[in-house]
C-alpha cells in the first residue's frame, strides 16, 4: 500500500514543484533517498518539475565517502539539459563530471545521443567531434542511436558531410537514419540531395514515416516545385500514413508557398486539429496574394477559437495591412499586440508599420513613428520609409539624417544610393550620391523572377 502511494506521489511530482519537495522530504525521512530505484525516480521526476531543484538533490547527494549517483540519474540530467531551452551547455559539462567520476558508472549508450544532441544544439563542432570519437572507441559506433543522434548533431553544426559521411558508414539504417539524412541536407538548404536520399530510401524499400515526409515536403516548398510536392502528397495517401497536425501544415505551407490557394483552404480545412502554425501559414498564404481582408478575417477566427497569436503571427496580418492598405485595421492590431497581448515589437512589426503608414501616405506619421522606435531602425525600415517619400513626392520633408544612416547601414548597396539620390530635393545631394556611387564601383542590381522548369529527374520520385 505504502509503495503504490509512494508510486503516485512520484507521478504528481512531475507536474508541481510543491508536490516533488513534498516527496523529498518524505524519502529524507524515510532515508529511501539512499536506494537506487527511488533516488533515480526522484530525479526523473525532478527533471520534469524543477530542473534546478533535480540538480541540487543531485549535486548533494554526492558528499565525501558516499557512492557515485546511479547512471540513470546521470542520464536524466544529461538527457534534460540536452532538451532545455536555457541550458543545453549543462549537459555536456555534467558529462564531463561523469567521466572523472572515479570507477563506476561509465557512459553507456544512452549517455552518447544525449551529449551529442547537446552538442549540436550549441553548435559545438569540436566538443561534438570528440564525444563522437569517444562513442566509437567505447564501441557504440554501430549504434543505431547513437549514430542517428549524430547525423543531426553534424548537420547542426553546418557540415553536412561529415552527416553523409557517418551515414554512408553506417552497417544498419533504419527509418530514422534516412529520415535524419534526409532533414540534414534540408536544414543545410541541399533539397535536391535531400530527394536523391529519398530516391536511394526507395530503392532499398525502406517505408517512409510522418517526419520523413515533413521534410520531403519542406524540400519540395523551398525549391518551389508543386509537381513533385503533389507527387508527395498522393505517397502520403496511397501509403496510409497516419497524419497530424505538423505534416498536415508542411503540406499546407508547400502549395501556400506555391500560390495553389485552393489546394491550401482544402488541406486547411481538412485539419481537425489546428495549432497556431497552421493558422499562421494560412494567413501568410492569403496575405502573400493579395487577399488582405479575408487575412484580417482569418486571424479574427484563430483568436477566437481561444488561440493566442505570437510574434510571428502579428507581423504575418500586419504585412497583409500593409499590402492591402489597410491602415486603421493595422494600427488597431499593432495597439492590440503591444496592449493586450503583451509582445513587445520587433523590428520586422516597426518595419510593416512604416510600410502601413508610408503606403497610405502619411510620411510624417511615419517619420514620428520611426524617431519613437526605441532602437534604432534598421536599411529594411528605412527603404520602406525613403521609398514611401519618393512615391509620393515628399523629397524636401526627409531627414538627412535617415539617409545618411542607410548609407552607414548598408554602404556596399547600389540601390541606397540611388534611392537615396531620387529621394533628395537637393542636386548637389543628387550628383553626391551618383559620384559616391562610382568611386565605389556600385550599380543598382536589376530584379529577378523565378521559373520552374519541367524535366528534372526528380520530379516523379515518389512514383
Known sequence: MISRQIQTLFQLSKTSTKIFQLLHCFLLKTSLDHHEYFFSDLILS??????????????????????????????TLIKAYAKSSSAPTESVKLFVELLRTPYEPKPDKFTYPFVIKACGRCSMLGVGGSVHSMAMKAGFGSNSHVCNTLLTMYSGCCVVEFSRKVFDEMSVRDVVSWSSMISAYVDCDLNLDALRVFKDMNTVNEKPNAVTYISLLSACTNLLNTRLGKSIH??????????????????????????????????????????????????????????????????????????????????????????????????????????????????????????????????????????????????????????????????????????????????DLGANYVLAATVSSSSSMDNKMRNDMKIKGLKKVPGYSWVQASGNDLDSISE
Open 46 to 75: 525532478g527533471a520534469s518539475a524543477s530542473l534546478h531543484h533535480a540538480r541540487q538533490i543531485f549535486d548533494n547527494s554526492s558528499v565525501a565517502g558516499a557512492p557515485p549517483p546511479p547512471l540513470f540519474a546521470w542520464n
Open 234 to 411: 498522393t505517397h502520403i495517401l496511397t501509403n496510409g500514413i497516419e497524419s497530424n497536425v505538423v505534416l498536415e501544415t508542411a503540406l499546407l505551407n508547400m502549395y501556400a508557398k506555391s500560390a495553389h490557394l485552393d489546394e491550401a483552404f482544402h488541406v486547411f480545412n481538412s485539419i481537425t486539429d489546428k495549432n497556431l502554425q497552421s493558422w499562421t501559414v494560412m494567413i501568410s498564404c492569403l496575405a502573400d496574394y493579395g487577399h488582405g481582408e479575408e487575412a484580417v478575417s482569418l486571424f479574427t477566427r484563430m483568436e477566437e477559437t481561444g488561440l493566442r497569436p505570437d510574434s510571428m503571427s502579428f507581423s504575418t496580418i500586419l504585412s497583409a495591412c500593409s499590402h492591402k492598405g489597410l491602415l486603421q485595421k493595422g494600427q488597431e492590431l499593432f495597439d492590440k499586440m503591444v496592449n493586450v497581448y503583451n509582445i513587445t515589437p520587433t523590428m520586422e512589426h516597426y518595419g510593416c508599420m512604416v510600410d502601413l503608414l508610408g503606403r497610405a501616405g502619411k510620411i510624417e506619421e511615419a517619420y514620428q513613428f520611426i524617431v519613437s522606435m526605441p532602437v534604432e531602425p534598421n536599411s529594411v525600415v528605412l527603404r520602406s520609409y525613403l521609398s514611401a517619400c519618393k512615391h509620393h513626392g515628399c523629397g524636401l520633408y526627409v531627414d538627412k539624417h535617415l539617409m545618411q544612416l542607410l548609407l552607414k547601414i548598408e554602404p
